[in-house]
């Protein structure tokens, strides 16, 4: 994936908004929270993203993805994809979806409905 397309996908999900930071990164948050960080290491695009807890422990020891550093460092479940093998363009795709979607269920009930989405499933 290159980074032009990472940025159109994410630019696709919805209720996004764009901003470079962090040294020209490319982060994409919804409501106002992360959920994708996007920039080029060696030429190629490196992307960090939000996991669930299940997705985490799959991914963060497979070649080409590691925990996000920093943010792993802090007891958060992040994932950096940094190198090849990686995850291929339609893995990586899934997992920034996902990566939305945690972020917006995380937003209050008044935000989440600002921005169009329904309220967050009481938890049971």
Same mark, same amino acid.
């Given at each position: 994936?290159?980074?032009?397309?990472?940025?159109?996908?994410?630019?696709?999900?919805?209720?996004?908004?764009? /901003?470079?930071?962090?040294? !020209?990164?490319? /982060?994409?948050?919804?409501? =106002?929270?992360?959920?994708?960080? %996007? %920039?080029?290491?060696?030429?190629?695009?490196?992307?960090?993203?939000?996991?669930?807890?299940?997705?985490?422990?799959?991914?963060?020891?497979?070649?080409?993805?590691?925990?996000?550093?920093?943010?792993?460092?802090?007891?958060?479940?992040?994932?950096?994809?940094? @190198?090849?093998?990686?995850?291929?363009?339609?893995?990586?795709?899934?997992?920034?979806?996902?990566?939305?979607?945690? /972020?917006?269920? !995380?937003?209050?009930?008044?935000?989440?409905?600002?921005? =169009?989405? @329904?309220?967050?499933?009481?938890?049971r």
């Amino acid at each position: 994936m290159t980074c032009d397309e990472y940025n159109a996908f994410c630019r696709s999900l919805p209720a996004t908004t764009y /901003v470079v930071q962090w040294g !020209g990164s490319h /982060v994409w948050k919804v409501g =106002g929270r992360v959920f994708a960080i %996007g %920039g080029a290491i060696n030429g190629d695009l490196s992307v960090t993203f939000k996991a669930g807890d299940v997705a985490y422990e799959m991914l963060k020891g497979r070649p080409g993805l590691r925990p996000a550093p920093y943010l792993a460092s802090r007891g958060m479940k992040w994932i950096q994809h940094f @190198a090849r093998p990686g995850l291929s363009d339609d893995d990586l795709k899934a997992y920034l979806r996902r990566s939305h979607q945690i /972020v917006s269920e !995380g937003l209050t009930k008044k935000k989440r409905i600002e921005l =169009g989405f @329904a309220p967050s499933p009481s938890p049971r």
